[in-house]
């Protein structure tokens, strides 16, 4: 049997997959449709496939990263995880002692007016 294979963004996978299931949910509370067990069949068979070939999404994680710093917490060339970004201006990093400090990614005072370094990690 011949197969073709879909390529699909990851968000429209799983689209795709919850309306055949909203089709075949609605179509045994309503009757609206009126497939016979093969079409049944046909869809609960995509849906099978689909499933299968969802991707893995890829996940990342952002850290701040700095060459210096007036801060004692912060040391120069470490990678700091972004724990929240709280707006387009700033964000929070957890420092060496555990304290979480808000920063700013642009003209930040714990780097004497210098940015941050934005770095996104793949998980």
């Known amino acids: 049997m011949q197969k073709a294979e879909l390529e699909l963004p990851v968000k ?24 016979d067990n093969s079409d049944i069949e046909l869809i609960e068979d995509i849906r099978t ?22 801060n004692p917490s912060i040391q120069a060339g470490k990678l700091y995880k972004i724990v929240e970004q709280t707006s387009k201006y700033g964000f929070k990093l957890e420092v060496e002692d555990g304290e ?4 700013l990614f642009k003209n ?3 780097l004497n007016g210098r940015d941050w370094t934005i770095i996104n990690v793949e998980n």
């Open 12 to 35: 429209q996978f799983h689209q795709l997959y919850d309306l055949l299931g909203d089709i075949l949910d609605h179509e045994s509370d309503t009757n609206d449709f009126n497939m």
């Open 49 to 70: 496939e689909l499933f299968n070939q969802i991707p893995d999404e890829k996940t990342y994680t952002d850290y701040a990263i700095t060459g210096r710093s007036s």
């Open 108 to 110: 930040c005072a714990f």
């Open 100 to 103: 979480v400090i808000y920063c």
